[in-house]
């Protein structure tokens, strides 16, 4: 079976700091991983993947995550964050090949003015 | 990317009643799958949609609560039955897009419901 851990129900961040939000995982076989963003009473929003290649991996907004195969873990990060970041991070893991996709529990981030 | 609306946006509905949440996408997929997100909650997959074969449930949901029609390939209802307050939740939709094999998930804006 697989599955995502966030252990950080929140992640409060001052404006302009750099922000990490932990995700680690657990999966059969290679994984695809995910990040996804929940704005208020909007639905989920893709932001970036990593299936294979460089283990570094840019996405929307100034977003990157890091692929660490060692410690099964793809931890979301932004050098600077910004007020309007706010919102309810989802990592999502899926076995290649096989189209379940498995969220975690989410994480929400506060960016502080 | 993808377009997918979702209808609708949110409800109010009677406990015992019923409510059909349309999922339209504008190219042609294969596979839909539906979720549930309960307040201050993770997503929890309720059923995947084929086209042209019953759906694929997961473990705590069955098709009598949560009948599903994919009649084709950018279109598919859930029907959330006979509901009570414990199905207050939201409900999204969501395609596998993005290249080979489909890799990222693409979701709709999601129905909110509320049960009184």
């Known amino acids: 079976a697989q599955s995502v851990a966030q252990p950080e129900d929140q992640v409060n961040v001052a404006e302009g700091n750099p922000l990490t939000v932990k995700c680690t995982y657990s999966v059969s076989g290679n994984p695809y991983l995910f990040w996804y963003v929940q704005y208020p009473n909007r639905g989920l929003q893709f932001l970036l993947k990593y299936i294979t290649g460089d283990n570094l991996v840019k996405g929307s907004y100034g977003f990157e995550a890091e692929f660490n195969k060692s410690q099964t873990s793809f931890h979301l990060k932004k050098p600077s964050a910004l007020v309007s970041d706010s919102a309810l991070y989802f990592c999502a893991v899926r076995a290649g090949g096989y189209q379940k996709v498995t969220f975690g529990i989410g994480t929400k981030l506060q960016v502080i003015p | 990317s993808a377009v997918i609306s979702q209808k609708p946006s949110r409800d109010i509905c009677q406990r015992g009643t019923s409510l059909t949440i349309q999922c339209q996408v504008d190219?042609?997929?294969?596979?839909m799958f539906w979720y549930r997100q309960q307040p201050g909650q993770s997503l929890t997959l309720i059923a995947t949609?084929?086209?042209?074969?019953?759906?694929?449930?997961e473990s705590g949901f069955v098709i009598d609560k949560f009948p599903i029609s994919r009649p084709n390939l950018t279109f598919s209802t859930l029907t959330v039955s006979n509901m009570s307050p414990e199905d207050s939740s939201i409900y999204l939709c969501s395609v596998p897009l993005g290249g080979s094999g489909g890799t990222e998930a693409f979701f709709g804006q999601g129905t909110r419901l509320t049960v009184v």
């Open positions: 949609a084929n086209q042209g074969s019953e759906a694929t449930y």
């Open positions: 190219s042609q997929v294969t596979m």
